[in-house]
Each structure stands twice: as structure tokens, then as C-alpha cells.
Nanobody
Framework: VQLQASGGGLVQAGGSLRLSCAAS????????TGWFRQALGKEREFVAT????????YYVDSVKGRFTISRDNAKNTVFLQMNSLLPEDTAVYYC?????????????????WGQGTLVTVSS
């Protein structure tokens, strides 16, 4: 499975962006998908995850109420709608796939990773 993240860019604080993670392969709908981010000089951190059906989601506390993860299995794509962006949301955002689903921030179960897309939020 190959993943392609896109949708990053420069936005002012309070603005919105929608990230997309497009996957190749017919088994995409079998995987849960997570979004992670890595700010300059910091460790990669969990942002959100969604199960294979789209029925279950889990977010890191810092983005709850601002970010929404969703998926369209017919298009092999997972989205991350980011609203009310803050300068501290500035990071490279990565999507990844895992088997199974858990309300967990651990990166360990994720097998496939895409390249990142840069989100920059100016104050």
C-alpha cells in the first residue's frame, strides 16, 4: 500500500485546511488510518485516527473540536479537516495505516506511512 498526503499550505491563525491521504491498493478499506504530525525539533505525535468503516474516531486532546477525520473508502482517501488553526499546529502532517483499531496514540501498530505534507499557521 502506498500513501500520498496532500493539502498542506500556509494559512493564518483561525483559518482552515483540509488534508487528504490517498492510498493505492484494493485493501485500503481494511485498515484504520491515522494522522500524525511532527513540528520542527520535536518528536512525531499522534493527531487522530479512524477505523476502517469510519464509524469510530479518536483525537488527541489538543485538536478535539477543531479537527475532524473522515474517510471515503470508494475513493481510497482519508481526510483531516482542520479548523480554527493555531500557530502550534504548524508541523509536517503524515498519514499512516494500521490493522485493527484502538483509541490509542501509539505509532507502533502503523505499518504503512506516507510522505508528509507541511502545514504552516502564521500568527
Amino acid at each position: 500500500v502506498q500513501l500520498q498526503a496532500s493539502g498542506g499550505g500556509l494559512v493564518q491563525a483561525g483559518g482552515s485546511l483540509r488534508l487528504s491521504c490517498a492510498a493505492s491498493g484494493r485493501t485500503f478499506s481494511s485498515y484504520s488510518t491515522g494522522w500524525f504530525r511532527q513540528a520542527l525539533g520535536k518528536e512525531r505525535e499522534f493527531v487522530a485516527t479512524i477505523d476502517w468503516s469510519g464509524g469510530y474516531t479518536y483525537y488527541v486532546d489538543s485538536v478535539k473540536g477543531r479537527f475532524t477525520i473522515s474517510r471515503d473508502n470508494a475513493k481510497n482517501t482519508v481526510f483531516l479537516q482542520m479548523n480554527s488553526l493555531l500557530p502550534e499546529d504548524t508541523a509536517v502532517y503524515y498519514c499512516a495505516l494500521r490493522i485493527g483499531y484502538a483509541r490509542s496514540a501509539s505509532m507502533t501498530p502503523y505499518k504503512y506511512w506516507g510522505q508528509g505534507t507541511l502545514v504552516t499557521v502564521s500568527s
